[in-house]
C-alpha cells in the first residue's frame, strides 16, 4: 500500500505516479547514450539538452511534490462530496458522543483546542449575554472534507456550538462548496421563511467566516458573494492563506467589519502575509500576524509522515493552540456584542 497508509484516493494517488513517471523520464533521456529504436543504435545525448531536460524534470518535480502535499493532506477515506449533496443535506456537525473539550485521548487535533477549552467556565456563559442569532461558517483547507475531525477547524466549529448553543449557528464546508455555504446563510436570514430574504433581514445579518489554508482563500471570496448581495459581513478569520486560481483573497470587500489575517512564512506552502482593506473607513483590519515555528514544535500528529516531513510550518499554524484561542477570543467578542 502506497506511504503505508490505507488507500490513498485519487488526487494523492495520481500525483503520486505523475511523479515516479517524472523520475523515470528523466533517468531515461538524461542518460548520456540514448538508445533510437529507427538505426537501433545508441547515439549521444547532447550536453545542453540533458541540461534543458533537467531543468524540465526539475519544475515538474517541484510543482507534482507541492500538489502532493495539498493532497496528503486530508485524511485517507476523505473525498470531495457533491455540491448538490451538501446543498440538501442539514447542517454538518461531527456527532461527538462527550463534551469536545475532554476527547484529548482519542484525537490528536483536540490538542490545537487546549487553551480554548481551558477558557472553561470561569469566564462568563455567553448564553446570557449574546446578541441575536449569529452564522459562523468554517471552510477547511485542501481536498478535505467538511466533516472531518481530524482537522481543528472542525472541532472548533463543534467547541463552538456546544458552548454558544441557540446563539450561534455554525457550520463547517470544504473550500469547494461556496454556494452550500452561501444557500446555508440565505437559509437562516430568511427568518419569516417567505423563501427570500428582505433588506430590513440583510441587515441584521450578522455573520463571522474563518479558514485555513485554500479555506482562507475562500474566506474571502465568501465575504464577496455576500457583498454582491448586500450582506454585511462582522469579522473573517483567515489562517495561512494559500490563493486559490482566479481569487483574490488579500482584498478584503467592503461589507466586512474587521479581518484579521494569521500567517506563517516557511515551508513550500505559506500564508500570505498582508490582507488589505478595499475601503479602510468601512473596514479595520485587526492585523496581519506573522507566526514562527523555528524554535517551537506543535503537535501535527494527526497528520501523516510526509505532510509533517515536507509541509510542517503549514499545519503546525493549523494546529496552534494560541492561534484557536485567539480566533476563540475575537468570536466571543462578536458573539456578545
Known sequence: MLLGKK???QPATAVLFFL???VMRFVVLSHPLRYTRRSHVYVGLPGIQRRVIFKQMLRSLVVGIIFLTIALGIDPTSAAQSLS???????????LAKSICK???ANDAIEALRLVCERG???RRLSEVASPETIVIGFVGGFVKADDTSHPEVLFASYLQERYTNEVSVKVFSNHDEKAA???IMGHLDRDHDGSVSSEEKKQARIVIYGHSWGASQTAVLAKGLQRLGIPVLLTIQVDIISKFHQEPTLIPSNVAKAINLY?????LHGRSQIVAADSALTKILGNIRMEYGNKSINCN????????FNRPHHEIENDPRVWNQVAGLIETTVSR
Request: overall charge positive; hydrophobic content about 35%.
Open 7 to 9: 488507500n490513498l484516493k
Open 20 to 22: 515516479m513517471a517524472s
Open 85 to 95: 449533496a451538501v446543498a440538501n443535506k442539514p447542517p454538518l456537525m461531527p456527532v
Open 103 to 105: 476527547q484529548y485521548p
Open 121 to 123: 467556565s470561569a469566564e
Open 182 to 184: 452561501l444557500s446555508y
Open 264 to 268: 506563517q512564512p516557511n515551508g513550500p
Open 302 to 309: 494527526n497528520y501523516n509522515w510526509f505532510v509533517r516531513t
